[in-house]
């Protein structure tokens, strides 16, 4: 009965978060990256752990397409683009320097906001 009513107390607010049958999966991918010591390995990991999170809605487009259903539903919404946009340079701009200081700031946006769904 309190799941029932806590599911239906999250979707009247409007406040999505991920089922619990995938959130043990969201849990082990996002203490993982703690283990990683590069800079931008440790960006692509936390992005694709927010994207597996925000996938778990039943949707299964790309993170950018995500990020405009449910990016307002997120407490930094703002610091969420401006990490997946670092993600995306380093996916696609073989050159690209990340500095540690750099990809902590976007490590921690993106898992603050998955966190968020959890």
Known sequence: MMKILKSLFSLLLGKKKVPLHAR?????????IQSIDDPAKKVLEADKVLHEALKSFGSNKSMGDLLKRYG???PNEQPVWKAHKL???????????VSKQEAEIAVSALLKATRSLL
């Open 72 to 74: 307002s539903k997120l």
């Open 24 to 32: 043990p999966r969201v849990r082990s991918l996002v203490s993982h």
């Open 87 to 97: 993600r995306n340079r380093i996916a696609h701009e073989p050159q690209v320097t």
